[in-house]
């Protein structure tokens, strides 16, 4: 590697990542908006609304969550602490409930068309955006389902640590 090609990639360097600070910082700007109008109480009090179907609290959650159009950090910073009062109100296991928050955030990085992931992967490989979401789709189908199975069969994530717990107690 030359010195013409080291300032090229530098410089390449530095306007993708750039590009990604500037999602990352609109987005906190976006969450200091929603604390300071208080909008993560006004979704909570919602959420806590609807209490006589513990299922269809579950899905607003999950919905909730994947339509953030904030990165992670950001969401879990603002959303947690009114998320886990509900989840402790509904008696779900934490692990289960965290298992199902990180899957949601996880997912919401790459659903178009907020998903940060995307805006990397398309600045980093000069694709355009459109052909990137295009791709994507087939993949956010099991995806879906996955956070569906978790949500709604907490087994599927507790029994290995409930087990591994139980042995480690004997």
């Known amino acids: 590697m030359n010195w013409k090609n080291f300032k090229k990639c530098l410089k390449d360097s ?12 609109t987005s906190t700007l976006f969450t200091y908006v929603m604390a300071k109008e208080g909008i993560s109480r006004s979704l909570a009090d919602f959420v806590l609304g609807i ?14 969550l994947l ?11 603002l ?10 109100g509904l008696g779900l ?7 199902m928050v990180v899957l949601n955030l996880m997912i919401g990085q790459i659903t178009p ?8 992967i398309s600045d980093v490989n000069k ?3 459109e052909r990137l979401y295009k791709s994507i789709l087939p993949f956010l189908v099991p995806l879906i389902i996955t956070l569906a199975l978790v949500t709604y069969l907490p087994g599927i994530v507790t029994y290995l640590p409930s087990v591994l717990l139980s042995a480690a107690n004997r």
């Open 14 to 25: 530095a306007i993708s990542s750039a590009n990604t600070l500037f999602i990352i910082g």
């Open 51 to 64: 209490r006589s179907n513990p299922n269809l609290i579950l899905l607003v959650i999950n919905v909730l």
């Open 67 to 77: 339509d953030m159009v904030m990165e992670p950090g950001a969401i879990l910073t």
């Open 79 to 88: 959303m947690l602490p009114v998320l886990l009062p509900i989840a402790n």
């Open 93 to 99: 296991n934490l692990v289960h409930f965290g298992v």
């Open 113 to 120: 068309p907020f998903g940060v992931c995307l805006f990397v």
């Open 127 to 129: 694709l355009k955006q």
